[in-house]
C-alpha cells in the first residue's frame, strides 16, 4: 500500500515536473462569480471580492496542499522554525518583483505582518489577536523572523491567510480598509485587469516569480447569479470551471458534450445549521437537541443535494474529509443526536416546556412567548435554499414554527459576520488539519473573523485547548485534545451537521487542459479555496 501511495506521489511530481516549455502559451480561463454585477473593487481585506483576488492578484508565501500533502512554497523559499519553536524564519526568494517592476522585498513582509497588528480586520490568520505572534523584524532583505509569545508548531499553517501586500502602495493610504486598490500592484500570477458591470478579466502578471507562468494569458470572472445561472453557463460552453451545485449533473450537464464536460466530487467541508445562542430558544441545549432529532439528514440530503453529498451521522465537529481522525468513542457516545427521531424531539421539548398552549400547532416557549424564527441560506443556491425548506417542514412536524430565509450574498455575509442571524446554513474550514477546524469554531480570537465562531458559545478553557495543541507535537497529547472538544461540541451543539460536502467541480476541456482530476488529484479543486485557485490557475493550460 505504501509502495502504491508513493508510486502515485511520483507519477504526480513527474506531472508538475513538466518543462514549461512543452506547453503553449496562451488562452483563457472563464470562472463564474455568484452575483448579478462586479464591483471594481479589489480591497483585500473586506471580504467581498475573494474569490477574484486570492490566488490570482497576490501570492502567498507558501500553500499548504491537503490533496498531496505537500507544502509548496511561493513568494517564501523557505519557511523554518527553530529548535523550540518560539520563532519561525521566511527566507523570500531572489530577484522578487511586484507587477510594477519595484522589488518585493522583506520590507514588504513585515509592513504586511505590521498592518495585521494594528488593524484587526487584516489580521486574517488570527496570529495577532490569539496572541501568537510577538515581534516581526528584518533580518536582511530577503529574510524575515517572527518570534512568538509562546511555544507554537502551527504558524506556517495560518500563513497562507494573510496577504502580502506592497509598502509602497500601501503606506500611503490614510484607511486601508476603504482603499479601492486601483490601480493593482499586485504579486500574482494575474494582475492586470480590466472590469465591467457584469465581468472582470485578470491578466497576465509578466513579472510573476514563477518562470514561463502562467500558462494561460487572462481569467475571467462572470457574474452568474445562482446555480441554473452556472449549470446553464456550463452546458452553453460559456465558463470552463464550475463550482456549485448542479442538479442531475449527468443527464442536464456530461451529456450534452460527454467528450469535453466533466465533474469531480472528492469529500469536502461539512455543512453545518448554525445556531445563535446569544438568542431564544436557541440558548437552550435541550432545544438544539430537538432540533437535531427532528431532521431526517438521509431524505434532505437525496431530495435538495440529488444524493451528492453525504448525510451525516455524527455530531461532534468532522465530517469526511478528517475521517481518519474520528473517535469512534466520542461519536458513539452523541451519534444518537444524528438519528432521524422525531418522537424523542417531541418528549424533550415537551420537558423542556415548550408545549402549544394557544392550539395553532407550534409551541410556545416555557414563557407562553411564541417561537417563530428562520433558517438562513444564500438566494440562487438552490441546494441550500431546498435544504433549509426542508428543515422548516421537518421542524413543524414536531411543532417548530421555522421557515426559510433567503436572502442576497450581501445581508448572508454580513450576517454571519455580525451574529445577526438566528439559524444560518454554513460550511467549515479544513485547512492542513482538523484542529483548524475547531479553532474557527471556538477560539474567541475568531469571532469576528470567522463566520463559524459568531454562534456564542466560547469560552476559556476552549481557547487553551487550541493553544495547546500548536504548543506541542506529541500525537497522543494532540488526540487527547482533539478528543475533548469533539465531546464538547457533541454535549453543547452550537451547531448541527447536515452532511459532508462534496468539492463541487465541473470543469469543460473543450478549449482549456491541465484540469485535476480523479486520475490525476494534484490538488482539491475547490474553487474558493487559494491553494486551489492558484496551483491550477497555474497548471491549466489552452487545449494542445
Given at each position: 500500500?505504501?509502495?502504491?501511495?508513493?508510486?502515485?506521489?511520483?507519477?504526480?511530481?513527474?506531472?508538475?515536473?513538466?518543462?514549461?516549455?512543452?506547453?503553449?502559451?496562451?488562452?483563457?480561463?472563464?470562472?463564474?462569480?455568484?452575483?448579478?454585477?462586479?464591483?471594481?473593487?479589489?480591497?483585500?481585506?473586506?471580504?467581498?471580492?475573494?474569490?477574484?483576488?486570492?490566488?490570482?492578484?497576490?501570492?502567498?508565501?507558501?500553500?499548504?496542499?491537503?490533496?498531496?500533502?505537500?507544502?509548496h512554497y511561493r513568494l517564501a523559499e523557505s519557511v523554518t522554525y527553530n529548535k523550540n519553536n518560539t520563532s519561525l524564519t521566511i527566507k523570500l526568494r531572489p530577484n522578487l518583483q511586484w507587477s510594477d517592476g519595484q522589488a518585493l522585498d522583506a520590507d514588504d513582509i513585515?509592513?504586511?505582518?505590521?498592518?495585521?497588528?494594528?488593524?484587526?480586520?487584516?489580521?486574517?490568520?488570527?496570529?495577532?489577536?490569539?496572541?501568537?505572534?510577538?515581534?516581526?523584524?528584518?533580518?536582511?532583505?530577503?529574510?524575515?523572523?517572527?518570534?512568538?509569545?509562546?511555544?507554537?508548531?502551527?504558524?506556517?499553517?495560518?500563513?497562507?491567510?494573510?496577504?502580502?501586500?506592497?509598502?509602497?502602495?500601501?503606506?500611503?493610504?490614510?484607511?486601508?480598509?476603504?482603499?479601492?486598490?486601483?490601480?493593482?500592484?499586485?504579486?500574482?500570477?494575474?494582475?492586470?485587469?480590466?472590469?465591467?458591470?457584469?465581468?472582470?478579466?485578470?491578466?497576465?502578471?509578466?513579472?510573476?516569480?514563477?518562470?514561463?507562468?502562467?500558462?494561460?494569458?487572462?481569467?475571467?470572472?462572470?457574474?452568474?447569479?445562482?446555480?441554473?445561472?452556472?449549470?446553464?453557463?456550463?452546458?452553453?460552453?460559456?465558463?470552463?470551471?464550475?463550482?456549485?451545485?448542479?442538479?442531475?449533473?449527468?443527464?442536464?450537464?456530461?451529456a450534452k458534450d460527454p467528450e469535453h464536460y466533466h465533474y469531480w466530487y472528492p469529500s469536502s467541508d461539512l455543512i453545518n445549521l448554525y445556531f445563535n445562542t446569544a438568542k431564544k430558544p436557541f440558548n437552550d441545549l435541550r432545544f438544539r437537541q430537538a432540533f437535531s432529532?427532528?431532521?431526517?439528514?438521509?431524505?434532505?440530503?437525496?431530495?435538495?443535494?440529488?444524493?451528492?453529498?453525504?448525510?451525516?451521522?455524527?455530531?461532534?465537529?468532522?465530517?469526511?474529509?478528517?475521517?481518519?481522525?474520528?473517535?469512534?468513542?466520542?461519536?458513539?457516545?452523541?451519534?444518537?443526536?444524528?438519528?432521524?427521531?422525531?418522537?424523542?424531539?417531541?418528549?424533550?421539548?415537551?420537558?423542556?416546556?415548550?408545549?402549544?398552549?394557544?392550539?395553532?400547532?407550534?409551541?410556545?416557549?416555557?414563557?407562553?412567548?411564541?417561537?417563530?424564527?428562520?433558517?438562513?441560506?444564500?438566494?440562487?443556491?438552490?441546494?441550500?435554499?431546498?435544504?433549509?425548506?426542508?428543515?422548516?417542514?421537518?421542524?413543524?412536524?414536531?411543532?417548530?414554527?421555522?421557515?426559510?430565509?433567503?436572502?442576497?450574498?450581501?445581508?448572508?455575509?454580513?450576517?454571519?459576520?455580525?451574529?445577526?442571524?438566528?439559524?444560518?446554513?454554513?460550511?467549515?474550514?479544513?485547512?492542513?488539519?482538523?484542529?483548524?477546524?475547531?479553532?474557527?469554531?471556538?477560539?474567541?480570537?475568531?469571532?469576528?473573523?470567522?463566520?463559524?465562531?459568531?454562534?456564542?458559545?466560547?469560552?476559556?478553557?476552549?481557547?487553551?485547548?487550541?493553544?495547546?495543541?500548536?504548543?506541542?507535537?506529541?500525537?497522543?497529547?494532540?488526540?487527547?485534545?482533539?478528543?475533548?472538544?469533539?465531546?464538547?461540541?457533541?454535549?453543547?451543539?452550537?451547531?448541527?451537521?447536515?452532511?459532508?460536502?462534496?468539492?463541487?467541480?465541473?470543469?469543460?476541456?473543450?478549449?482549456?487542459?491541465?484540469?485535476?482530476?480523479?486520475?490525476?488529484?494534484?490538488?482539491?479543486?475547490?474553487?474558493?479555496?487559494?491553494?486551489?485557485?492558484?496551483?491550477?490557475?497555474?497548471?491549466?493550460?489552452?487545449?494542445?
Amino acid at each position: 500500500m505504501n509502495f502504491i501511495r508513493s508510486l502515485g506521489l511520483l507519477l504526480i511530481s513527474v506531472i508538475w515536473a513538466l518543462p514549461s516549455f512543452a506547453i503553449e502559451q496562451g488562452g483563457m480561463v472563464r470562472a463564474p462569480m455568484n452575483a448579478e454585477s462586479i464591483h471594481a473593487e479589489f480591497n483585500p481585506f473586506d471580504g467581498s471580492q475573494d474569490d477574484l483576488i486570492k490566488g490570482v492578484i497576490y501570492e502567498p508565501l507558501l500553500l499548504h496542499n491537503s490533496m498531496t500533502g505537500e507544502v509548496h512554497y511561493r513568494l517564501a523559499e523557505s519557511v523554518t522554525y527553530n529548535k523550540n519553536n518560539t520563532s519561525l524564519t521566511i527566507k523570500l526568494r531572489p530577484n522578487l518583483q511586484w507587477s510594477d517592476g519595484q522589488a518585493l522585498d522583506a520590507d514588504d513582509i513585515v509592513f504586511s505582518f505590521d498592518l495585521a497588528r494594528k488593524v484587526p480586520e487584516v489580521d486574517r490568520g488570527g496570529l495577532w489577536s490569539d496572541g501568537t505572534f510577538k515581534t516581526v523584524r528584518k533580518l536582511d532583505n530577503r529574510t524575515v523572523r517572527i518570534d512568538f509569545n509562546t511555544v507554537n508548531a502551527t504558524v506556517d499553517w495560518y500563513l497562507p491567510e494573510y496577504y502580502m501586500i506592497p509598502q509602497h502602495v500601501w503606506s500611503q493610504q490614510s484607511n486601508v480598509l476603504e482603499f479601492n486598490n486601483l490601480p493593482i500592484v499586485g504579486s500574482g500570477p494575474f494582475t492586470e485587469v480590466e472590469a465591467e458591470e457584469t465581468e472582470v478579466t485578470v491578466c497576465r502578471n509578466n513579472r510573476y516569480w514563477e518562470a514561463g507562468k502562467p500558462y494561460i494569458d487572462c481569467v475571467q470572472f462572470l457574474a452568474r447569479f445562482g446555480n441554473d445561472s452556472v449549470m446553464n453557463a456550463l452546458v452553453a460552453d460559456e465558463i470552463d470551471w464550475g463550482a456549485g451545485f448542479l442538479a442531475d449533473i449527468d443527464k442536464n450537464y456530461v451529456a450534452k458534450d460527454p467528450e469535453h464536460y466533466h465533474y469531480w466530487y472528492p469529500s469536502s467541508d461539512l455543512i453545518n445549521l448554525y445556531f445563535n445562542t446569544a438568542k431564544k430558544p436557541f440558548n437552550d441545549l435541550r432545544f438544539r437537541q430537538a432540533f437535531s432529532l427532528a431532521m431526517d439528514r438521509e431524505t434532505i440530503t437525496l431530495l435538495a443535494g440529488f444524493g451528492n453529498p453525504t448525510h451525516e451521522k455524527h455530531v461532534t465537529g468532522i465530517g469526511l474529509y478528517w475521517q481518519a481522525y474520528f473517535n469512534d468513542a466520542v461519536n458513539g457516545k452523541y451519534d444518537w443526536l444524528a438519528e432521524y427521531n422525531p418522537d424523542k424531539a417531541r418528549e424533550i421539548l415537551d420537558k423542556a416546556g415548550y408545549k402549544d398552549r394557544d392550539g395553532d400547532g407550534y409551541r410556545e416557549d416555557p414563557q407562553g412567548k411564541e417561537i417563530k424564527f428562520g433558517i438562513r441560506a444564500v438566494d440562487g443556491w438552490t441546494d441550500w435554499m431546498a435544504t433549509v425548506a426542508m428543515v422548516a417542514e421537518y421542524l413543524g412536524d414536531v411543532g417548530i414554527h421555522a421557515y426559510a430565509d433567503i436572502v442576497d450574498w450581501a445581508e448572508y455575509d454580513s450576517s454571519l459576520k455580525n451574529s445577526t442571524y438566528e439559524v444560518s446554513m454554513n460550511w467549515t474550514l479544513t485547512g492542513p488539519d482538523p484542529i483548524a477546524t475547531y479553532r474557527d469554531y471556538y477560539h474567541t480570537s475568531r469571532i469576528g473573523q470567522a463566520w463559524q465562531a459568531n454562534h456564542g458559545i466560547n469560552n476559556s478553557r476552549l481557547d487553551s485547548l487550541i493553544d495547546n495543541y500548536a504548543k506541542t507535537t506529541n500525537p497522543q497529547t494532540r488526540k487527547n485534545i482533539l478528543t475533548e472538544l469533539m465531546t464538547f461540541t457533541g454535549e453543547n451543539l452550537p451547531f448541527v451537521s447536515l452532511w459532508s460536502n462534496p468539492t463541487w467541480y465541473q470543469y469543460n476541456t473543450k478549449h482549456i487542459q491541465g484540469w485535476p482530476t480523479a486520475d490525476n488529484p494534484y490538488v482539491q479543486p475547490w474553487f474558493f479555496n487559494q491553494t486551489a485557485k492558484l496551483l491550477m490557475l497555474t497548471t491549466v493550460h489552452k487545449r494542445q
